[in-house]
């Protein structure tokens, strides 16, 4: 309750104080706007904001798609053949861990500015993290039950759906949940860099004429959709994941 | 031993099939890494980019600045989250929401507010290295354990004998794993941020490599900013690993 | 032995390891006939758990062999063998419902069938309040009886035990004995079974078999003939009980000192 109290006041307080301070002329109002000002703006750029945020979300849930398919399904087979992770592993930290802006030149390059390049980009940022904490899970399932299985009778499909594939449903919601952040970060990347259409080509537009506060409303509308986002997945995982301890 | 041979195998493979491809088309699309390594020699010999150095320094001037903040920023709001309960219950679950936003959302404002030029770019290093930092100390304040603390106590420690002797010390596992990955995300930012949009620094000349279509070029010197990121984070690693050493 | 159900026959088993070959049995022979329940003791390390795993089908003897019914094992056979192992190794997304209903489950027993097996199962075992819950809610007595109900589900003649009462406490493995014990009695399955408790090995089996340190022989073999239930101060156990223990504390002695 006091909790729920402090995190009102201070928000309030903090929109007051902007608000007051913007409105005093102690901030310049060019850059900073007054919260105000924000609200009015998303009433003015709402429908090309909404447009641009429905074209960058399309993008992402195709490249999403891909990338969970294709992060699982790597990650399983990579997981359990012990060679293959052995070999792989690095490689697939290696391409996790580093900025994938470096090729983004070379990906417009080749596949020029539209759609294919935020898809192939998006897919790029959320493949690996799903793909590396899959093969983590599929290492770490618990060796015994692989021994009880196999007591049992199982098959090899039978081991793989009916206990690799369970035991790994907490990494590769763990590994989706990292993913879709970065997914929809490749996508809004590509557009900033070099879109004709999506939310990024906007808020970069927005930028570039000095439109503070249509910036600061449309910086808002992708953050809400991001945490709507990975609040529902969260949900999702929590639905997913009943039988685990806490 | 055969897994190192197996590696380097599919790394040499990588490199001739890349060969391969490349020669067969267009040479304004993909440079082979044939023609990537004389271009490489000439980007080290400073002969096609006399100013490297320059922008290398510009950069990592931006990085040092972003990462000595994001560190302070992120230590100080750790620990003032982690130890005032109140205050965690509070605001991590805001810094949390924040955290599930791509950052490069907010790099639109921060360009407006600071501009094309080093600000910009520090700005955007320190806000991806700071979320990381910040959570680590978080975590790590919850991985001390309450019987350390105790034993602490009941032998007579201060509170700050307590934080300097049991806290620091139980959590600096967890606390330079997130010092280390703020400073490849840190990294990250400022790189992003360069090739977004800058006149100087090294995103700026991959920048207007790729701009002249002079791809051998671009190709170079994105191999020197990987060679200087690798080795970033191995010395970062180096450090971890000292660190982390009672761990064990 | 020729008769007898389960024959192992001059078994060697060899693990190649990074420090080493080790040997964990050598030239072990043992028959064990329909119906018996026959407890195998050995102190730590003397490849009982290994004998297990070869009986069940889940690893291949480097020499002799090992047949079950007439027939050369060669990989599990859950129609014939179910296995009960230390580590209950239930599955955590499954209920308890769910996870003695696997191998059924497994072999392609109709929904329905199988779980009213399994259900039948649960109720004798005293874990019908608990059908859906999931492990991590059950005690670990209650996790080893959803283990053993697994193993009881297949309804196979043989069942095969490795110290499954090991990560109990010393109340509740007495317990778990007698409730198994009445299981055997009512089901009649061949059981061996691997324990270190001298107080579970004279009060449960018909048989006893002493294992020697590693590399594991079998040293010796003690028939029980006495009736159930057994009372453990009776002079008859008490002197068994004493007799084991001086044949397993020398073997003890031995692994302690060759681990040091
Ligand atoms: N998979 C394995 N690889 C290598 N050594 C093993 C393996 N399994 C068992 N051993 C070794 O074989 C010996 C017998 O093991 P085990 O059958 O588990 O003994 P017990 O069950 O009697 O304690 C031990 O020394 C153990 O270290
Ligand atoms: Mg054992």
Known sequence: MRVRALQVVSIVALVAAWEAAARLGWVDAAFVPAPSAVVHALGTIGDRALGGLGDTLAKTAIAYAIAVVLGVSLGIVVGSVRVLRDVLNPFVIAAYGIPKILILPWIILLTGFGTTPAILYGTLHATFPIMLLVIGGVRDVDRTLITVARAYGASTWQLYWKVILPAVVPSMLAGMRLGIVFCLLGVLVVEMFAGVRGMGAVMGALANGFKAPELFAATALVSAASIAIVLSLDWLNDRLSHWRDQ | ?248 | MAGALIVVDRVSKRYTTRSGVVEALRDVSLGVSEGEFCTIIGPSGCGKSTLLAMIGGLATPDDGHISVDGAAVDGPDPTRVATVFQDPGLFPWRTALENVEFGLELQGTPRAERRRIASDLLGPLGLRPFAAKYPRELSGGMRQRVAIARALALDTKIVLMDEPFGALDEQTRVLMGEWLLEIWRRTRKTVIFVTHSLQEAVSLSTRVAVMTARPGRVKLVLDLPMDYPRAIESPEIVALRAKLWGEIREESLRAIAEST
Not at chain 2, 154 to 183: D, E, N, Q, S, Y
């Open chain 2, 1 to 248: 031993m055969t897994v190192a041979a197996i590696r380097l195998a599919l790394v040499l493979a990588l490199v001739l099939a890349w060969e391969g491809a490349a020669r067969f088309s267009n040479p304004l699309l993909s440079a082979p890494p044939s023609v990537v390594l004389p271009a490489l020699v000439r980007v080290l010999t400073l002969d096609s980019y006399p100013e490297l150095p320059r922008h290398l320094l510009v950069t990592a001037r931006e990085i040092a600045i972003a990462y000595a903040m994001a560190v302070l920023a992120g230590l100080a709001i750790g620990f003032a989250l982690g130890l005032y309960r109140t205050l965690g219950r509070a605001y991590g679950p805001i810094l949390a929401a924040l955290y599930a936003v791509p950052a490069v959302v907010w790099y639109p404002s921060l360009m407006l507010f600071f501009g094309l030029d080093s600000s910009s770019k520090i700005a955007f290093g320190f806000l991806l290295g700071f979320f990381p930092i910040t959570l680590a100390v978080l975590a790590g304040i919850r991985q001390v354990s309450p019987q350390l603390v105790t034993v602490a106590r009941a032998f007579g420690a201060t509170p700050l004998t307590t934080f300097v002797k049991v806290m620091v010390p139980a959590m600096m596992f967890t606390l330079v794993g997130g010092l280390r990955t703020g400073l490849a995300l840190t990294v990250i930012g400022v790189i992003v941020g360069e090739i977004l949009g800058s006149r100087q620094g090294i995103g700026s000349l991959i920048n207007h490599a790729y701009g002249l279509l002079r791809t051998a070029d671009y190709v170079a010197l994105v191999l020197v900013t990987l060679v200087l990121i690798v080795a970033s984070d191995a010395l970062a690693s180096l450090v971890e690993h000292r660190a982390q050493r009672w761990s064990e």
